[in-house]
């Protein structure tokens, strides 16, 4: 039996990287961190658009409706400047909210810089989607998915992505199954209670 894909959309809100005037960083952070972290297939969907709540709310609902992703992550716009929008549009097309999410990045953050209290990544359910705010800085985005190890690669602090497979199961329907995300635990071991391991 083939495995199923499981598609994984990639945006970067970025006003600046959108028009070309700088190269965008946060897609290749992404992408480079997840064929690293993820051992079972996956296909990408990308997307560089600017620092626009219309424009990022489209771009979210057209991954998951149109292109079926089943989860997507967003870097960039969550600040508390005035152009940083990007929980205001994952809000707006969310069916459910996920504060743990958030709560986590900060806490992650906060071992390195005071100013991670005024980021406000957000993370949210649309349909069977998973979609969740990341950091802008590339280091950032490996730190608050990878959680934090000491000198013996121990794990001190758990990042994001080892509840992001078992929260995946969990939206699966009997008529459309998520595909069983699997991860080098080297990097990240994935937590699921024994009840959802597979062999």
């Known amino acids: 039996m083939t495995k199923q894909f499981t598609k994984i959309g990639l945006v970067s809100i ?3 990287a959108s028009k070309g005037i700088y190269e965008d960083k946060g897609i290749p952070s992404l992408q480079g961190w997840l064929e690293q972290a993820i051992v079972s297939p996956i296909q990408f969907e990308t997307r560089l658009i600017a620092d626009e709540q ?4 489209t771009t979210l609902k057209e991954l998951v409706d149109t292109a079926g992703c089943h989860l997507i992550l967003t870097t960039g716009g969550t600040g508390p400047a ?6 205001e549009a994952t809000l707006a097309v969310a069916d459910k909210e996920m504060p743990g999410f958030g709560e986590q990045m900060r806490q992650i ?3 390195f810089v005071p100013t991670a209290i005024l980021s406000r990544q957000v993370a949210v359910i649309r349909k069977q989607c998973l979609i969740i705010n990341l950091p802008g800085q590339p280091k950032a985005i490996a730190q608050t998915l990878e959680g934090l190890k000491d000198e013996h690669h121990q794990v001190k602090v758990h990042g ?5 497979p078992y929260c995946l199961d969990l939206l699966s329907t009997q008529e459309n199954s998520m595909p069983y995300l699997e ?10 209670p ?3 391991l597979k062999n």
């Open 82 to 87: 005035l152009r940083d929008v990007t929980p």
């Open 160 to 164: 994001l992505f080892a509840a992001v």
């Open 109 to 111: 953050s906060l071992h």
């Open 183 to 192: 991860t080098n635990e080297a990097i990240v071991k994935a937590f699921r």
């Open 14 to 16: 970025s006003d600046r």
């Open 194 to 196: 024994k009840s959802a």
């Open 54 to 57: 219309a424009i990022i709310e």
